[in-house]
């Protein structure tokens, strides 16, 4: 099978949104979608509302299955102001009111503003955790805590879990945010009751990491997502690392691609499925519109550094009203799934707002690349 270098797409780039005309979504997404809304879960403490719920990292434990969602919160909206919570990095929370009419502020993006040349979110993230007998119907585990942001780096929450299970740890690797920048940081659990932090493993400005769930040669790898505003783009990297804590070697894996679904920017899913065929990746992509899709990358099992296969068209698009309608439509983003034999059982967030299922076949995804 040809080699496809990140440099340079799989085929001959297409006029732009070209793609847009032609179809490939083989999900069958839940007829009980979406699967949690806000208005599901209670928000942490008065004064403060639930805006969105987003896309959760995903695990198997005790015989269930187990999301661990990005909740997303700010205190009610008033007229004529801007608030929204921070951490403080010795502990605690505070709430910034910033007037709405100040020609300082820039609030054009319902996601971040910028006040006085500093960036702020509008709203301040956690992770929480849910489980379900069905895949289907999922209840808060009361009895596992949330896990907020803490110390230096997290004052502006954490973001976007992924759980990888290597051996018998969880290692949870998610999105730490901060006046300092966006970086990977990771904690580990073996009773998802205490947990360990690593810190962060991947500096700013990074982020969209997913741990591989076997060493291979001896190593672990993993996926990441460097991103810079000056040179070059945000694409999928790969490094590896002799303990999943220092990392090194790293390699640019795929790029965007002009004139294509993900043209803007790509960032990796979940952990990657060993198949006969290679390590199958599912990841995201987002055109200049901010339509973000899903799509797939197979990798060579020895060298997962050699991508050998790629998706041209999206495997999955965001076309339920659930999907183009919410906090910030048109997006279908995910970092959790589940493999049961041949169908692929894939948790995303839906409009950045709602959680929601669907399923896959491997071997029909494997078909498109």
Not at 207 to 223: M, N, Q
Not at 284 to 290: L, P, T
Not at 335 to 344: A, F, K, P, Q, W
């Amino acid at each position: 099978m040809k080699l496809i270098s990140p440099q340079e797409p799989s085929l001959k780039t297409p006029d732009t949104d070209m793609y847009m005309q032609i179809t490939n979504d083989i999900s069958t997404r839940f007829e009980a979608n979406p699967l949690l809304s806000p208005a599901d879960l209670q928000p942490s403490m008065p004064g403060l509302e639930i805006a969105c719920l987003l896309n959760p990292g995903v695990f198997r434990y005790k015989g269930k299955t187990w999301l661990i969602v990005r909740v997303a919160e700010r205190p009610p909206q008033r007229e004529g102001t801007i608030s929204f919570p921070v951490l403080k990095p010795q502990g605690g929370m505070e709430i910034v009111t910033l007037p709405a009419d100040d020609p300082d502020l820039d609030a054009t993006d319902p996601r971040v503003i910028n006040f006085r040349g500093a960036d702020y979110l509008t709203t301040l993230s956690h992770l929480r955790l849910l489980n379900s007998e069905d895949g289907v119907h999922f209840r808060e585990a009361l009895d596992h805590p949330p896990l907020w942001g803490q110390g230096l780096y997290e004052t502006f929450g954490i973001e976007d879990c992924r759980v990888s299970q290597l051996g018998s740890a969880y290692y949870l690797t998610y999105t730490s945010v901060s006046p300092n920048g966006v970086a990977v940081g990771l904690r580990t659990t073996d009773d998802w009751q205490s947990f360990q932090s690593h810190g962060l493993i991947f500096p700013p400005h990074n982020k969209d990491c997913a741990l591989f769930e076997t060493t291979i040669g001896g190593k672990y790898y993993a996926f990441h997502r460097p991103s810079s505003v000056d040179i070059g783009g945000n694409y999928i990297w790969l490094a590896s690392s002799p303990d999943a804590i220092h990392w090194g070697q790293h390699k640019l894996i795929a790029r965007t691609r002009t004139g294509y679904w993900d043209s803007q920017r790509i960032g990796a899913g979940a952990a990657p499925i060993l198949t006969d065929r290679g390590w199958l990746a599912i990841y995201h992509g987002a055109d200049h519109k901010h339509r973000y899709c899903l799509g797939a990358l197979l990798l060579d099992l020895e060298d997962p550094s050699m991508v050998i296969g790629r998706s041209d068209h999206p495997i999955m698009e965001p076309t339920a009203p659930y999907e183009t309608t919410g906090f910030f439509g048109h997006v279908v983003f995910t970092n959790g799934h589940v493999v049961d034999g041949d169908r692929l059982t894939i948790y995303y967030g839906a409009a950045d707002e709602h959680v929601c299922g669907a399923h896959f076949s491997i071997r029909d995804i494997l078909a498109t690349l």
